[in-house]
């Protein structure tokens, strides 16, 4: 009985604390108007048959980079939809595997809405565009320059005022622009997960 009455007091002192940290969190400081967020990142996916076609090349993926942002503006809006713009360069590479071994390296232009009327919790939606080079050679795209884009949703978890782990799913999707032929392009479903560093 004693053993229980201490996880109790223990779970309800963490409770507390937690929540008291959730309180001192202020995320006006955190996303204040020049703030620099430097974020590696890490995820990877699989092509999917958006067509609906029998010829696919049943791609896989995994990828990585350094986004460099700024938070222009700082805290907007009002309500579930206050939040903070977030705009960022960040060198791009995707390695392909699984039926074909190739790459594809770039720049990436990022922006990222983070919504912060949850505290720590912090919800975001992105885009992004990246253009750069490539060897692979597939029926769907055949190429040395391509263009990638994606489009995603997720969620950053404050573990501290200035430091924040993240998780989330983009639809990617990766085409010439008609540059070169074939250009049919394909898309694909991925994941990322990143740490983001707010710096004075």
Known sequence: MRAAVRVAVVVVVALVASARAAVAYDAEETFRQGRV???PEAGGGWQFHFEERSDQSELEMVNGGVRVGIVPVGVM???PLRGALELGLEPFYQRYTGTTSAFFAGLAGVGRYHFVALGRFVPYVELAAA???TDLRVREIDS??????????GAS?????????YAGYRLQHVSNGNTASPNRGFESHTAVVGV?????
């Open 37 to 39: 967020v430097v974020s």
């Open 196 to 200: 983001s560093f707010f710096l004075d």
């Open 131 to 133: 253009a750069g080079g």
């Open 144 to 153: 040395t320059f391509t263009f990638l884009l994606f489009a995603g949703a």
């Open 157 to 165: 978890v404050f573990v501290t005022d200035r430091t924040a782990v």
């Open 77 to 79: 809006g009002s309500g």
